[in-house]
């Protein structure tokens, strides 16, 4: 089946500094990644939609500065968040959608990325 | 804009029990459909899909959901549960393929199923 990984699976870091985190389609090449952000006991929330080659598309309310966004290639997109504050402080969920496939066809999810940010 | 309501934060359910959980969408137009487990440390694991045709949809572990448009309701089941279905449930919706590119989903804020012995 369809794979997809994280890595890191948790991070700590101070406040101020950046952390990138990686999605990774690991047996298909993906179009379109996801990035969602999930809070303690509560939904995932997506923060944006990442194409491969191009800009990714934010989601009202998340800043494109703070979270930057790379899909460089059909296998690998990046989640950076910069200048980390407490508040950023999640559970940091990616998905993929195969090539040549709609988005709610198939979208197989990583296992998620814990950041604490002290 | 989509919208997606879990009504029951906790359920519990003794083991060998029926389940049902209770999913409520609003979106304008007709919806693709999803239902997703979480376990801790684990990813989320699609259960079933409903895109078109049978309302009644079968997916993995012995899950059914059933559409029901009148009510917009997409209800999870299963006849008999056991202790290693316990875990988050995510119900969610999506809008498909638009014309500028794949879409994200839209989740339910989850279900907590724990299993009595």
């Known amino acids: 089946g369809a794979v997809v990984s994280q890595h890191p699976s948790r991070v700590i870091c101070k406040s101020g500094t950046s952390v990138k985190i990686e999605c990774r389609s690991l047996d298909f090449q993906a179009t379109t990644m996801f990035w969602y952000r999930q809070f303690p006991k509560q939904s995932l929330m997506l923060m944006a939609t990442?194409?491969?080659?191009?800009?990714?598309?934010?989601e009202q309310g998340v800043e494109k500065d703070k979270f930057l966004i790379n899909h460089a290639s059909l296998t690998l997109s990046t989640l950076t968040v910069t200048s980390a504050h407490p508040e950023d402080s999640s559970f940091y969920i990616c998905s993929a959608s195969p090539l040549g496939t709609g988005s709610t066809d198939t979208q197989y999810f990583g296992p998620g990325t814990r950041l604490t940010v002290l | 804009a989509q919208s997606v309501t879990q009504p029951d934060i906790h359920i519990t359910v003794s083991e060998g029990a029926s389940l049902e959980l209770r999913c409520n969408y609003s979106?304008?137009?007709?919806?693709?459909l999803f239902w997703y487990v979480q376990s801790p440390g684990q990813g989320l694991q699609l259960l079933l899909k409903y895109f078109s045709g049978d309302t009644l949809v079968q997916g993995i572990k012995g899950f059914e959901a059933e559409f029901k448009r009148s009510q917009s309701s997409f209800n999870l089941r299963k006849p008999s549960v056991h202790w290693s279905d316990a875990a988050e449930y995510f119900c969610?919706?999506?809008?498909?393929?638009?014309?500028?590119?794949?879409?994200?989903?839209?989740f339910g804020k989850g279900t907590h199923l724990i299993i009595q012995p």
């Open positions: 990442s194409n491969e080659g191009s800009k990714a598309t934010y």
């Open positions: 979106y304008g137009a007709t919806p693709y």
């Open positions: 969610a919706v999506g809008a498909g393929y638009s014309g500028g590119g794949a879409d994200g989903l839209t």
